[in-house]
């Protein structure tokens, strides 16, 4: 009797689990747990799933008027699913959208320039100071 009181407690905890899991996965929080790629030189700027970096293409240095950064990424998606994406996720890190794929925060300027060429989109990636040519 004990034996079966244990074992209908395991089980009752077993099912509480996976629907816990399954709320959690739906509103994205497990996935938000996941290891997460960021591109070099962008500190909190996540790479969407989906996309490739290029290894080797993009820059990262620090100018006197502040870090410049630029990094390629590739993978097949459509623009708009990469824009949109970035829109929501630079958002929350509390980046502004200040033109059409051009973002702002605390003195920097971030551009994501998008060139579709046979279903491979290439993402490229610029960070900047505010203000300079490099915008």
């Known amino acids: ?5 244990h074992l209908r407690r395991f089980s009752e905890c077993t099912v509480t689990l996976a ?10 929080v497990v996935h938000s747990l996941q290891a997460q790629t960021y591109l070099a030189g962008f500190e ?8 490739s970096i290029v290894e080797g293409a993009g820059i990262d240095f620090d100018a006197p008027s502040g870090r410049i950064a630029e990094a390629y990424a590739t993978g097949n998606l459509t ?10 996720t630079l958002r929350q890190l509390g980046w502004n959208e200040v033109a059409d ?23 490229w990636f610029r960070l900047s ?7």
């Open 1 to 5: 009797m004990r034996h079966q009181l």
């Open 44 to 51: 909190d700027l996540p790479l969407m799933p989906g996309l």
């Open 19 to 28: 629907l816990l899991m399954m709320v959690l996965t739906s509103i994205g």
């Open 79 to 88: 623009p708009g699913t990469v824009i949109e994406f970035y829109r929501a």
């Open 101 to 123: 794929a051009a973002f702002e925060r605390e003195g920097e300027s971030l551009r994501l320039d998008l060139e579709d060429a046979d279903g491979e989109l290439t993402v």
């Open 129 to 135: 100071p505010v203000g300079t040519t490099a915008d």
